[in-house]
């Protein structure tokens, strides 16, 4: 039990360091919302008036007719939602295998898993990007899938994961008579509920933030995603503070409002007694 | 140890034949797993092969670059669709930022489009270099019309592209801001300096009212090509030192706050229309390319910079007036398509005399320029009513912002990459001369 | 083992020892081909064919041969000063932007792991930058750090600095550099302090309170109980975050766009530049490699580190 002293000078502290670095954190997303209120002229008026007096709703109403905003949104969120699961469920398979079962070849494979994080994206893209369009994938949504969905870090991050979980729980099962099947739907999923939590954060966010891939590979505008859509914006529009702001605010939303709602169950998660073994 | 070196190299290019053929849609055993957009092509090609006016179905899909803020894609496709009920056009907005590169992505990966807009010289030269683009000196084209735009983007008797756009810049001024500062309107014979001196007079204001006099966009052809204007040298020579006075004069209207700082420009991605659009400059040197897209957000509402003209492009003392710098923007077929008839014919409409007068009706200045296209484009709804700005509409010598070269665009990487040394002051004037006789002398070899 | 056993016992033990090592295989392979193929068609196959082309000369099109050069890619990487710069650059960048991220990150974990109010809410806060699109944070950064307009220089100036910095553009490398990387602290700081908190999850709450009966200061607590409990999270915080710097692209490409005058350019927009500008695949094939294996390097360094931290 931690104790629970009252209010002494250490937990002031504490705080006023918290709200101060939260407070950095958060401003540029407050000049953000608070611009996108704005008409341009006053967007960088000095003194700034933080809250508008003459707010400009009309800025998050031009933004749809401006561009195909909700088209964006839904290909980003149909993107996002088959890759999140993709990865959540091969990721956590192959990392089982890695962290708990001894096989010909495992420090060799993971070692080429450990080199795919190192290597950039960059470096293969082109090569990748004719096999793609020999596959009949360019332009497609689906490229964007099998870009991304396959990613080692969801291996290596769950792998990391499992190997605090003691090899003692594993063999007391098998022990049991389970097969290691049943081990890792029955003790190793329900024990890495944190980390798969963890790992759908990351990957629906990178998936969602993801531009260098769209921007490769799609390119009629029914198929663009959010990202690239707010770059083409920002790139025609750019003198356009305020709409820009309305726009990147827009983008934030869905991605805030997924992470708020899994948050409660995250930090759940990770405070239940599924790490300490 | 060798041996083993040897081998995997071996495999590795093995590998990469495979995906080379894949990319190629060779006649593998994959081929039957490809999706239909392969398929469709591959079967339509032997019938819409010999006759591209047939009736069966044909969907031409064609690269060009913001849709949105270009007027004139839709009436040609229009106008050829309505002659051609088989057809259907589709536009690809690569956009403008990246055109060329994302272009020739796709063209390396197949993609499959038809007909690609070309946006610039370096990106034709390396379309070409990589053999993307089909041959259209065999298709019966008169080069006469094209004011000699053909004959400079030749290569070894053969061209590859053919021009729809060809652009000359001039200088765009917003009347009310000259009547508030009792300034008279900039003529069509202006020297340098004195457009120098003008914009300084235009300057006023602090803050959120500061008027610039004159405004220099990023690009590397905003400022600095003032110096080729004299035809004594150009940018692919290997020889930068002549640009040193132009560069002068631009650094100099930038520290007493004259233009906006390119740097302030660049950090925010500012686009140019905006700062027109927003009544924040008195003159602006731009292509003729603005004038459509003036025009209409002057009638949607957007710029509201309404009372505006154009004149001549500012030129060196003792060169002619109506000595300036021009872009050509072309359309080409993809060398790799399956509807090149198709393809090619749609080329022949965008770049022939039927596309200009529909270029030239959206106030945009066609390849093929008539005085009967340059009166239409001057009595377009819109474009300013003074003889002066009618005038400014032709020229008498026009130089291309980037010759054709062979490194065109390596040679072009270093000199923009010298300008934004310059332009920000992490390089003096002469050091960045200095870089660029180096590295293109490098380049040249 | 025993060694009395009789010659024919210990063979067929052999034997089933053996069918059971396949089956074992077997299974463990079921396990990691669903993620495997996908990585290996749509990764590996396309990494081996970068490495070729590092050692060939191509310009990327079809129509055109392929040479192989041998490593003549490579002679011409030391040739070029570019490529020098933006070595320097990269390395410089992730020296600098991973031990600050680093600290930053564990001590926004270490405080939030206490039981506070509103912990939650503080984490979110933090965490905010990193879910938050680059597109669009890129552009309130060059908004804020506008050198003419922006709110930051407008404060600095309202504060009486004098020469104000110029932010992304500014001549002197620290500043342009320092702009990008203030970012990427703040970009990331929450991503790695979750990896710290659930690292700090995993650490044996008696050990606290063995220490605190021994009366250790909390800075004692820090130093002797929790760095060491949290070794192995740090391997994967430094792994992740050197990789992360090392590949850095779109955050140079969106604030300093490799300017001024190429001053911040990076290893991953040379490899686009000279891929995609001066169409030589092999060329910058070449600096991937070198890339490749910088990080290669690091990342073996780790990985002995660990390796030898457990034993």
């Known amino acids: 039990m931690k104790e629970k002293s009252g209010i002494t000078g250490g937990r002031i502290a504490v705080y006023v360091i918290l709200i101060l670095l939260s407070v950095l954190t958060i401003i540029p997303f407050a000049w953000m919302l608070s611009a996108s209120l704005k008409l341009n002229k006053d967007v960088f008026a000095w003194p700034m008036e933080w809250i508008p007096s003459n707010p400009q709703w009309a800025n998050y109403i031009n933004i749809w007719t401006k561009i195909p905003l909700l088209k964006y949104i839904g290909n980003t969120a149909i993107l996002t939602v088959v890759v999140t699961l993709l990865q959540l469920l091969t990721s956590s398979f192959a990392a089982y295998a890695f962290a708990k079962l001894r096989f010909w070849g495992r420090n060799l494979l993971f070692l080429g898993y450990i080199a795919t994080i190192a290597m950039p994206w960059q470096v293969y893209m082109v090569p990748q990007f004719m096999m793609m369009s020999g596959m009949g994938l360019n332009d497609k949504l689906i490229a964007m899938v099998c870009l991304q969905a396959f990613s080692a870090f969801g291996v290596f991050l769950m792998k990391q994961f499992y190997d605090g979980i003691p090899d003692e729980l594993c063999e007391a099962a098998r022990i049991d008579g389970l097969s290691e099947y049943g081990i890792w739907a029955k003790i190793m999923l329900p024990l890495s509920k944190p980390s798969l939590a963890t790992l759908t954060i990351f990957t629906f966010v990178n998936t969602w933030n993801d531009f260098l891939g769209p921007l490769l590979y799609l390119h009629t505008d029914s198929k663009k995603t959010l990202q690239l859509g707010l770059r083409m914006f920002i790139g025609q529009y750019s003198a356009e503070y305020g709409l ?20 409660k169950y995250f930090v759940q998660g990770i405070a239940s007694s599924g790490l300490k073994g | 140890m060798k041996k083993l070196m040897k081998k995997a190299m071996a495999l590795m290019l093995a590998l990469l034949m495979v995906a080379g053929l894949a990319a190629c849609g060779g006649p593998s055993g994959e081929e039957s797993k490809a999706p239909e957009a392969t398929k469709t092509t591959e079967s339509k090609a032997p019938e819409g092969g010999n006759e591209p006016a047939g009736d069966e179905e044909v969907t031409l899909k064609w690269a060009v670059w913001d849709i949105n803020l270009t007027t004139y894609y839709q009436p040609l496709i229009d106008a050829y669709v309505a002659d051609h009920p088989n057809v259907k056009i589709e536009m690809v907005d690569l956009g403008s930022a990246d055109y060329q590169n994302a272009l020739i992505t796709q063209l390396t990966g197949n993609a499959d489009l038809d007909v690609v807009c070309v946006k610039d010289i370096p990106g034709y030269a390396n379309l070409v270099k990589g053999g993307y683009l089909a041959d259209l000196s065999g298709e019966g084209i008169d080069s006469a019309p094209y004011g000699g735009t053909i004959e400079q983007i030749t290569v070894d008797g053969k061209f590859y592209a053919l021009p729809f756009r060809s652009d000359h810049w001039v200088i765009y001024y917003n009347k009310d801001l000259f009547d508030k500062a009792g300034v008279d309107y900039p003529t069509n014979d202006m020297t340098v300096a004195q457009y120098d001196e003008l914009a300084r007079k235009l300057t006023s ?48 209207e930038q520290n007493d706050g004259i233009c906006q700082d390119y740097g302030t420009l660049k950090a925010t991605n500012t686009h140019y229309s905006g700062v027109f659009f927003n009544n924040q400059v008195a003159m602006m040197n731009m292509g003729s390319w603005f004038i459509p897209t003036q025009i209409e957000k002057v009638k949607s509402g957007e710029s509201q910079a309404t009372n505006w003209g154009i004149v001549k492009y500012p030129h060196p003392e003792g060169v002619a007036a109506g000595t300036t710098l021009g872009t050509i923007t072309s359309v080409a077929v993809n060398e790799a398509t399956a509807k090149k008839d198709a393809a090619m014919d749609f080329v022949k409409f965008v770049g022939g005399e039927k596309g200009a007068e529909i270029i030239a009706k959206t106030g945009t200045f066609p390849a093929i320029k008539s005085g009967a296209v340059l009166d239409e484009l001057a009595k377009m709804d819109g474009f300013p009513t003074d003889e002066n700005s009618k005038e400014a509409l032709s020229t008498t010598q026009v130089y291309l912002e980037m010759p054709m070269h062979d490194k065109a665009a390596d040679i072009e990487g270093v000199l923009n990459e010298a300008h934004d040394g310059i332009m920000t002051g992490a390089m003096t004037i002469d050091e960045g001369i200095q870089k660029m006789n180096d590295e293109v002398g490098a380049l040249l070899g | 083992m025993q060694t009395t056993q009789r010659p024919a016992v210990s063979e067929a033990v052999a034997k089933s020892r053996k069918k059971r090592e396949l089956i074992k295989n077997v299974v463990a392979y079921s396990f990691i081909a669903p993620n495997f193929v996908g990585f290996a068609v749509f990764t590996l196959v396309p990494m081996v064919m970068a490495v070729a082309l590092a050692f060939l000369s191509w310009d990327g099109s079809t129509n055109n041969p392929i040479t192989f050069v041998g490593i003549q890619n490579f002679i011409d990487l030391f040739q070029d000063a570019k490529f020098r710069q933006a070595l320097i650059n990269t390395v410089a960048y992730a020296v600098i932007t991973v031990p600050l991220t680093m600290a930053a990150s564990l001590g926004l974990a270490i405080l939030l792991n206490q039981q506070i109010r509103a912990r939650n809410f503080f984490r979110t806060m933090m965490f905010f930058p990193y879910v938050a699109s680059m597109v669009a944070v890129t552009a309130v950064w060059n908004m804020l750090f506008n050198p003419a307009m922006g709110p930051v220089n407008m404060i600095l100036s309202g ?153």
């Not at chain 3, 001053?263 to 092999?282: C, D, M, P, Q």
């Open chain 3, 159 to 311: 504060l009486g600095v004098e020469n104000l910095p110029r932010w992304s553009v500014d001549n002197n490398w620290f500043i342009c550099m320092g702009t990008v990387i203030l970012f990427s602290i703040w970009k990331f700081m929450g991503y790695y302090m979750i990896i710290y908190l659930a690292g700090l999850q995993g650490v044996n709450p008696d050990l606290y309170e063995a220490a605190a009966l021994d009366g250790a200061s909390p800075w004692q607590r820090f130093w002797y109980v929790t760095l060491p409990q949290l070794r192995p999270t740090t391997f994967f915080v430094t792994v992740m975050l050197t990789i992360q710097c090392f590949k850095v692209y779109d955050i140079f490409l969106m604030i300093t766009n490799f300017g001024p005058g190429g001053k911040t350019r990076v290893l991953v927009g040379n490899i686009y530049e000279a891929a995609f500008t001066s169409r030589k695949f092999g060329y910058s094939s070449a600096i991937a490699m070198v890339l490749f294996v910088l990080v290669l390097i690091v990342t073996l360094v780790q990985f002995r580190g660990e390796k030898s931290m457990n034993e």
């Open chain 2, 205 to 252: 204001g602090t803050g959120a009212d500061k008027v610039y006099g004159s405004h220099f966009h990023t690009w590397r052809s905003a400022p600095s090509l003032f110096a080729v204007l004299d035809g004594k040298n150009t940018v692919v020579d290997g020889n930068y030192d002549f640009m040193k006075s132009t560069y002068e004069w631009v650094l100099a």
């Open chain 1, 244 to 263: 820009i702001m309305a726009a990147s605010v827009v983008a934030l939303i869905p991605v805030l409002i997924v992470f708020l709602a899994l948050q």
